[in-house]
């Protein structure tokens, strides 16, 4: 049965930060099912909110846990998705809006994973556009070239985009 997202009571409100370096290379990191590193995948940086923080504080706050990347420029909300999923031995419902960020500081060291996270992130990449576009490897969100392409032609959208929910 598919999850309900009518009701907002198991919904977890996530951030997550599409970040750009000066060559419009966007930072993925390369996940995987803990018990299971074949089962893997790249996504954007970013989390749960924690506690009372919003999702600017939330985004900025798991970029510098997952990355070291704290030298960033955070700018307005490009997509929001509703997704669910598997991972873990649980299934997650999330609510993600991503936020585009830019920075020039393009290496940094991941201090603050959770276990989980350590248990299940593999390390952290830099991709082109292209390289993106070309690549066979599972990416979420799903059309994630072709959302950085519109991105790095037209500019951020007047107001945010709701991409098609995703249920894994």
Do not use: N
Request: include cysteine.
């Amino acid at each position: 049965m598919p999850p309900d997202f009518s009701g907002e009571g198991g919904l977890r409100k996530v951030a997550r930060v599409v970040l750009l370096d000066p060559a419009d290379r966007i930072l993925l990191l390369h996940g995987h099912e803990p018990d299971d590193p074949a089962d893997d995948w790249w996504f954007t940086p970013g989390g749960g909110l924690e506690g009372a923080e919003t999702r600017e504080e939330a985004a900025l706050r798991e970029l510098a846990e997952e990355t070291g990347i704290t030298d960033v420029e955070l700018g307005p909300v490009l997509w929001r998705r509703r997704c669910s999923f598997p991972f873990a031995g649980r299934r997650w419902d999330q609510d993600e809006w991503y936020y585009l960020a830019r920075t020039a500081q393009t290496a940094g060291v991941a201090t603050g994973l959770t276990e989980l996270e350590r248990r299940s992130v593999a390390g952290a990449r830099w991709w082109t556009c292209r390289e993106l576009t070309r690549s066979h490897e599972t990416v979420y969100p799903t059309r994630l070239a072709g959302l950085l392409q519109r991105l790095l032609d037209e500019g951020p959208p007047a107001r945010p985009v709701t991409l098609d929910t995703e249920i894994v």
